[in-house]
C-alpha cells in the first residue's frame, strides 16, 4: 500500500495563480519530507525540502508547510509561471534509511499563459 | 560536472530476454538505488546498495538483479522473470550520512 498519498492527480493553473499540492503520510518514523518536480523524459529533481521541527519552510517561491499532528503537508507555488509546468511529487524517509524515499503517487501541474 | 549517468536513454528488449542498465556516478557517494516509475504510480523503489558488494531488496524486487562491484556502478538486469517490464527506470544516489537522493536521467525500457 501507498505509504504517502498525494492529491490532486492533476491541476490547471493560470500565470500568476498559486498552485496547491497535498501529500500525508501515516509512517509516524518518518522525519525527512522532499518534494521533488520532473519535466517530461527526465529523473526528479530535489525542489525544496522541510524536518518536522518546523511548520514551514520557504525558498522562493516555493513553499513547504508542514502539520505534523495531522501527518499532513503541502506545497504552494505562488505566482505559478508557464515553466513550472511538470509533475511534483512528494516524498518521505527516515533519518536511518540512508535516502530510501516514498513516493506520492505525483501531481501533474499545468500552468497556462 | 559530478552527476549520474544512466545508459542507454531508450532500451527495447524481446520478451524472454534479459537486458542491463548501466548508472554510474562520479558522487563519490556510498549508497546507490534504482526505483521504477510507471504512470500514475509514482516511482517505487526496487533495490538499493549501501556499501560496495552488498544491496537489498526494495517493495518491487522480483524479476530484477543488481551487482555492485564498484562505488561508482550499480547496473541493473531486468530478467525474463519480470512480467511487466515496460517502464522507465530511474537510478539515484546518496552519501552516507545524507538522506538527499540525486536522480539520474532514467532509461526507458519497453518491451516488444
Known amino acids: 500500500q501507498q505509504q504517502v498519498k498525494q492529491s490532486p492527480q492533476s491541476l490547471i493553473v493560470q500565470k500568476g495563480g498559486i498552485s496547491i499540492i497535498n501529500c500525508a503520510y501515516e509512517?509516524?518514523?518518518?522525519?525527512?519530507f522532499p518534494w521533488y518536480q520532473q519535466f517530461p523524459g527526465k529523473g526528479p529533481a530535489l525542489l525544496i525540502a522541510?524536518?518536522?521541527?518546523?511548520s514551514e519552510k520557504k525558498e522562493g517561491r516555493f513553499t513547504i508547510s508542514f502539520n505534523k499532528s495531522a501527518k499532513q503537508f503541502s506545497l504552494h507555488i505562488m505566482d505559478s509561471q508557464p515553466g513550472d509546468s511538470a509533475t511534483y511529487f512528494c516524498a518521505a524517509s527516515r533519518a536511518d534509511s540512508w535516502g530510501k524515499l516514498q513516493f506520492g503517487a505525483g501531481t501533474q501541474v499545468v500552468v497556462t499563459p | 560536472d559530478g552527476g549520474i549517468t544512466q545508459s542507454p536513454k531508450y532500451l527495447f528488449r524481446k520478451e524472454g530476454q534479459n537486458v542491463t542498465l548501466s548508472c554510474e556516478q562520479n558522487?563519490?557517494?556510498?549508497?546507490m538505488y534504482w526505483y521504477r516509475q510507471d504512470p500514475g504510480q509514482g516511482l517505487r523503489l526496487i533495490y538499493y546498495s549501501q556499501i560496495v558488494n552488498d544491496f537489498q531488496k526494495g517493495d518491487i524486487a522480483e524479476g530484477y538483479s543488481v551487482s555492485r562491484e564498484k562505488k561508482e556502478s550499480f547496473p541493473l538486469t531486468v530478467t525474463s522473470a519480470q512480467k511487466n517490464p515496460t517502464a522507465f527506470y530511474l537510478c539515484?544516489?546518496?552519501?552516507?550520512?545524507?538522506?538527499?537522493?540525486?536522480f539520474g536521467q532514467g532509461t526507458r525500457l519497453t518491451v516488444v
Open positions: 522541510i524536518r518536522p521541527d518546523v
Open positions: 558522487l563519490n557517494h556510498d549508497a
Open positions: 539515484a544516489s546518496s552519501i552516507r550520512q545524507g538522506i538527499e537522493a540525486f
Open positions: 509512517n509516524t518514523a518518518f522525519d525527512y
